[in-house]
């Protein structure tokens, strides 16, 4: 199949785009690397530099190497700046969005995987997480996700876009040539192994106040590799899909605390470890049940245990203790 992968120089972009090429798919990608690297992009994998709202370079790309499909990753994602800079948000997610979607409608490309995320919930109102939560973003990050499910409900109706809108939660993890490398990184597990690194290294856990067994917030974490399958195993359905949504979790959680605890044992480093205040609008607990997703796709995570992805994580960031800036 030949595959448009948007924001494809990102984290999980960049090892969906992997994936798909070593399973025998023509990839392009399509990253105007403001925020991704041109090092993820995979060996063998095409990438045009561009932005997804250029709707008329987006066609002649599209109609050069007649895509049939789209993954679409690209989009501001920083939560903290949605909130100090909402435009660039609705400038880049949705306005953005709403141009990749007029290019498929006019070439009629009718097969759309949309990355998406937990924080279109805001504050859970019951734990685990089920698709049928009501959605109440606290932030404009949320918010645009948000907007872009919904509208991809009536492009189906329109336009017969089938479509896969996947929220997943906490990302992480790395494979052997592919991780994460945010800049700033803001990422519990990233900076954790930073600090691990460094022997004047601090890590601050953001309250330890909140109704849970050890005070701190619990969170699903998932491999990258495990997301990247789900993107691929929904690609492949979309045939009998229609427009669906679907969690990407584990439905089991982990303290604060307990992370630390296994990245000291995994990295043998003792952290420096201190207790901060609250931030804002963060959940006690923040943890998805993926039942739909088994069911329908026969998604089965092989990654995800939580040792394994610290491991994976701290293998990478040795190999590239400055980022792709190696």
Avoid at 89 to 115: D, P, W
Avoid at 180 to 186: A, G, K, Q, V, W
Avoid at 249 to 275: C, F, N, P, Q
Avoid at 289 to 297: D, F, I
């Amino acid at each position: 199949m030949n595959i448009l992968v948007t924001g494809a120089a990102g984290y999980v972009g960049s090892v969906c785009a992997a994936e798909l090429m070593k399973q025998g798919n023509c990839v392009v990608t399509y990253d105007n690397l403001t925020a991704g690297h041109r090092q993820a992009v995979a060996e063998g994998v095409q990438l045009v530099r561009g932005d997804i709202a250029d709707t008329e370079k987006l066609k002649r790309v599209c109609k050069k190497h007649h895509i049939e499909a789209v993954m679409h990753f690209a989009a501001s994602a920083l939560v903290e700046e949605s909130v100090r800079n909402p435009h660039l948000f609705y400038r880049n997610n949705v306005c953005g969005t709403i141009s990749l979607l007029e290019v498929m409608a006019a070439l009629k490309i009718q097969r759309l995987i949309f990355s998406s995320s937990a924080a279109v919930y805001g504050e859970p109102k019951s734990v685990p997480i089920r698709e049928d939560h009501p959605n109440s973003p606290v932030n404009p990050y949320g918010e645009t996700k948000l907007v872009i499910e919904r509208a991809l409900a009536w492009y189906h109706g329109a336009y017969g876009i089938k479509s896969a809108s996947l929220r997943y939660f906490n990302a992480a993890g790395a494979t052997q040539e592919l991780g994460e490398d945010h800049r700033p990184e803001t990422h519990l597990l990233p900076r954790l192994l930073a600090a691990a690194s460094d022997p004047k290294g601090t890590f601050q856990i953001y309250g330890g106040d909140y109704p849970t067994p050890d005070g701190t917030c619990i969170r699903d974490f998932v491999h990258v590799l495990d997301i990247a399958q789900a993107h691929i195993l929904a690609l492949h359905s979309l045939s009998k899909l229609g427009s669906r949504i679907y969690n990407v979790g584990l439905g089991k959680g982990y303290s604060i605390r307990a992370v630390v605890k296994a990245v000291e044992e995994i990295t043998g480093r003792k952290l420096d470890v201190h207790v901060g205040g609250r931030r804002p609008g963060d959940p006690a607990v923040l943890v998805a049940t993926a039942q739909k997703l088994r069911r329908e796709l026969k998604w089965e995570p092989r990654h995800s245990a939580l040792k394994n992805i610290i491991r994976t994580a701290w293998v990478w960031m040795q190999k590239h203790p400055k980022g792709y800036r190696n």
